[in-house]
Every structure is written in C-alpha cells, then in structure tokens.
C-alpha cells in the first residue's frame, strides 16, 4: 500500500494510456471510435482502473488522503493489492490491442 515504486509505475501506464487516446483521437476525430475503438475502450479502463487506486483508498501514494486507521489497514493493504492486479492485467489487456 505504501510502494511508492508501483505507484509511479502505474501512473505511468496511465499517462501512456491518456497519450495514446489522445492521439488517436487526433489522428482521425470523425473515426476515431470505428478505427481504434477497442485500444480506446480499453485505455478507459486502464484510467479507471487507476482511479480506483486513488479513491477511496489512497494505494501507492497515489494520493494526499489520509490512511486508513490501524485496525483498518490490513484490509486496505489487501485491497490496495487486489485493485492494483485488476489494472495490471487491464494494462496488458491495453497493450495487447496497441501492439503491432
């Protein structure tokens, strides 16, 4: 819950999966959903699912809200844990539909 390393990694699979919307938004605005639908869908995820590492646990310092109490952290720790592999496989997922 506290590994700072995982935390900068996944904010940096989100900023990838941000970028890589974005762009492909730009490259074709009116086909964007038709050409590249499945990477924006799942690029969604990967940015909701780094959203639930934020809110409403504070996992990997990925945010400035207070801990939860001492008799609540194991359980904390434990979701942290869980919600961090749901978006590591949503990542690979991701990847999966940008790779060429």
Request: hydrophobic content about 40%; charged content about 25%.
């Given at each position: ?6 935390g ?15 762009r492909l ?16 869908t ?16 504070p ?7 207070p801990?939860?109490p ?11 844990a869980?919600a ?10 991701f ?6």
């Open positions: 819950m506290d590994d700072a390393d995982c900068a990694a996944l904010t940096a699979a989100g900023k990838v999966a941000a970028d890589t919307e974005r938004r730009q490259k074709d605005p009116e086909r964007a959903d038709l050409l590249y639908g499945a990477a924006l799942t690029a969604g995820v990967v940015q909701d699912g780094l959203a639930r590492l934020r809110h409403p646990i996992c990997y310092g990925l945010s400035e809200a801990q939860p001492p008799p609540l952290h194991a359980e904390a720790e434990s979701i942290c869980e961090a592999d749901l978006t590591r496989g949503e990542w690979g997922i990847l999966s539909t940008v790779a060429p």
